[in-house]
């Protein structure tokens, strides 16, 4: 509970107790090894007011004695809102991200994008249909923004618990959002996102991960750039993935030209680059049943079969990169496993054609 | 076409050499190196191959021992056993192949039942080893046994012959209704 510092009496009063709360429970999500980067990087409080505090202490005490400060420093619903957006930032694999883009209408100009004027229409649009949101913006490397968004309704303040956020690289048709749990919301989001940044239509791809930094790679076609050169000249023999050649004389591999010929098209299908992290391929399948046999109960069924393979993996792509060579499954791997960066989709329906 | 046969070379003094017979080329290898750190008055050869039939272009000393690798957790790598076992002429089950199934230990991932495997080296009248080659201890045991298996394979036994030892270790607890 809140320790109100004896003569202040005063003063303490003027946070909201919502607002307090809330930063209570922001400071209290952040780790003890990280607290003095974030709270660094947020900069609200100085370097003399943090020498103030004690930081041995135990973590209760020590996030007490923070929303302390952060009250005699007035902080406000916008700084603590901030303050997540940053814990979000160092904590982006909690969240599983979306992939959404834009596109411009047929023989639309291209405008130059104004950030400042983005965000005042994202906000506006946002407010006029909800009247209680909180909207909050942040921004990153590459011309991109992070937005922060707490949904309420017109009768109820908004939920600073249940934030949606939006990562928009504004100079490309693409936006990231973390998949709130908030579902009705998503089509609002959609058309702020669309109208704020002028564009005519928006579209969920098939694309989702918790690895925020490899769905950028696969949308922006970043992940396959080999930097050293000089590797490339070494044999293919000794870039083999971890299987060691043995230098014993006395052990003889009889299909050493198979061997070669899969670490070959291994290569040639995932290249020498580390393989974006995903976590799942997710395949739905559609399709009438076809029988060689004429007559059979299930031939004549209408409704067609449905069936749906699904896997995971810490990592993915690495994992189906290493199949062949282990010996697991012949090498090439189907297309359909090996085309989810190029096609930029980890979710499939396949259907008759 | 090329079968393999296992009188049509003749052997090298002292020389042992074993194949092993195997989709997932890590475990083949360790169970070689395993194989090789053995104390044996005998000169080893491992042979690793994924598949048969072997490359036909290449000098080879005279196989002593085929071991045929399963991993009951991939139907992939009995499929490939399965195929493979056709390119072997059928004087070399009289003792010289063994089969060898790994994964047991993790039952939860088997997709094949080990039955299956008990069929099959039924079916071709050779013994049947089972060792999760994954794990060191166990593999060393292994590695220790078919050492054993090798020498005598190879004739490097006095008085132990393929034929014998093969007669030795067919099991007598389940008699099949043929055997009788």
């Known amino acids: 509970m809140r320790r109100e510092p004896a003569g202040d009496v005063g003063r303490a009063k003027e946070m909201d107790e919502t607002v307090s709360e809330f930063f209570r429970r922001t400071i209290l999500k952040i780790p003890m090894t990280e607290m003095m980067t974030i709270l660094k990087t947020w900069n609200f409080l100085s370097e003399n007011q943090l020498q103030t505090i004690n930081f041995r202490q135990r973590k209760d005490s020590l996030v007490q004695d923070l929303v302390l400060l952060c009250e005699e420093n007035r902080a406000s619903l916008k700084d603590a809102a901030l303050l997540d957006i940053i814990y979000t930032q160092f904590h982006r694999h909690q969240k599983v991200w979306d992939v959404f883009q834009m596109s411009k209408g047929p023989g639309?100009?291209?405008?130059?994008?104004?950030?400042?004027?983005?965000?005042?229409?994202?906000?506006?649009?946002?407010?006029?249909?909800?009247?209680?949101?909180?909207?909050?913006?942040?921004?990153?490397?590459?011309?991109?923004?992070?937005?922060?968004?707490?949904?309420?309704?017109?009768?109820?303040?908004?939920?600073?618990?249940?934030?949606?956020?939006?990562?928009?690289?504004?100079?490309?048709?693409?936006?990231?959002?973390?998949?709130?749990?908030?579902?009705?919301?998503?089509?609002?989001?959609?058309?702020?996102?669309?109208?704020?940044?002028?564009?005519?239509?928006?579209?969920?791809?098939?694309?989702?991960?918790?690895?925020?930094?490899?769905?950028?790679?696969?949308?922006?076609?970043?992940?396959?750039?080999?930097?050293?050169?000089?590797?490339?000249?070494?044999?293919?023999?000794?870039?083999?993935?971890?299987?060691?050649?043995?230098?014993?004389?006395?052990?003889?591999?009889?299909?050493?030209?198979?061997?070669?010929?899969?670490?070959?098209?291994?290569?040639?299908?995932?290249?020498?680059?580390?393989?974006?992290?995903?976590?799942?391929?997710?395949?739905?399948?559609?399709?009438?049943?076809?029988?060689?046999?004429?007559?059979?109960?299930?031939?004549?069924?209408?409704?067609?079969?449905?069936?749906?393979?699904?896997?995971?993996?810490?990592?993915?792509?690495?994992?189906?990169?290493?199949?062949?060579?282990?010996?697991?499954?012949?090498?090439?791997?189907?297309?359909?496993?090996?085309?989810?960066?190029?096609?930029?989709?980890?979710?499939?329906?396949?259907?008759?054609? | 076409m090329s079968v393999l046969r296992p009188l049509d070379k003749l052997p090298g003094l002292n020389t042992a050499t074993i194949l092993l017979v195997g989709t997932e080329d890590a475990l083949l290898q360790q169970l070689a190196d395993a194989m090789l750190k053995e104390d044996c008055t005998s000169e080893l050869k491992v042979h690793l191959a994924k598949s048969l039939p072997l490359p036909s272009n290449v000098n080879r000393p005279r196989i002593d021992l085929i071991v045929f690798v399963v991993n009951l957790h991939s139907k992939h790598s009995l499929r490939n056993v399965e195929e493979s076992l056709h390119h072997v002429d059928a004087t070399f089950f009289l003792g010289k192949v063994s089969f060898l199934a790994t994964g047991a230990g993790r039952e939860s991932h088997c997709s094949i039942h080990r039955n299956t495997v008990v069929k099959l080296a039924r079916t071709y009248r050779s013994p049947l080893l089972f060792c999760d080659l994954e794990i060191g201890d166990f593999r060393a045991t292994m590695a220790q046994r078919l050492v054993r298996m090798l020498q005598i394979c190879a004739g490097h036994v006095p008085s132990v012959s393929a034929l014998n030892l093969l007669s030795l270790l067919q099991s007598s607890e389940n008699p099949s209704l043929e055997d009788l």
């Open chain 1, 108 to 353: 639309e100009d291209i405008d130059l994008f104004d950030m400042e004027q983005f965000k005042s229409s994202f906000k506006k649009i946002l407010k006029r249909a909800l009247k209680n949101v909180t909207v909050s913006f942040r921004d990153a490397e590459e011309n991109a923004v992070w937005i922060r968004i707490a949904w309420g309704t017109q009768y109820r303040k908004p939920n600073q618990y249940k934030p949606s956020y939006v990562v928009y690289y504004s100079q490309t048709p693409y936006a990231f959002t973390s998949s709130s749990q908030l579902k009705s919301n998503l089509p609002l989001l959609g058309q702020a996102l669309t109208i704020a940044s002028k564009h005519h239509q928006i579209v969920k791809m098939d694309l989702r991960s918790r690895y925020l930094d490899s769905l950028k790679a696969i949308v922006f076609k970043q992940y396959n750039q080999t930097f050293e050169t000089h590797n490339s000249t070494t044999p293919l023999q000794e870039r083999s993935l971890g299987l060691d050649i043995n230098m014993d004389s006395r052990i003889i591999h009889e299909n050493k030209i198979e061997k070669e010929r899969v670490q070959r098209v291994t290569q040639e299908i995932f290249g020498d680059y580390p393989q974006p992290r995903l976590e799942f391929a997710q395949y739905k399948l559609e399709t009438k049943f076809k029988s060689d046999l004429n007559g059979g109960i299930l031939a004549e069924r209408e409704e067609p079969l449905r069936c749906l393979v699904k896997f995971s993996s810490p990592h993915l792509l690495e994992a189906l990169k290493s199949l062949a060579p282990a010996g697991i499954a012949d090498a090439p791997l189907s297309p359909l496993l090996t085309c989810i960066p190029n096609k930029g989709m980890n979710y499939f329906k396949i259907r008759d054609k």
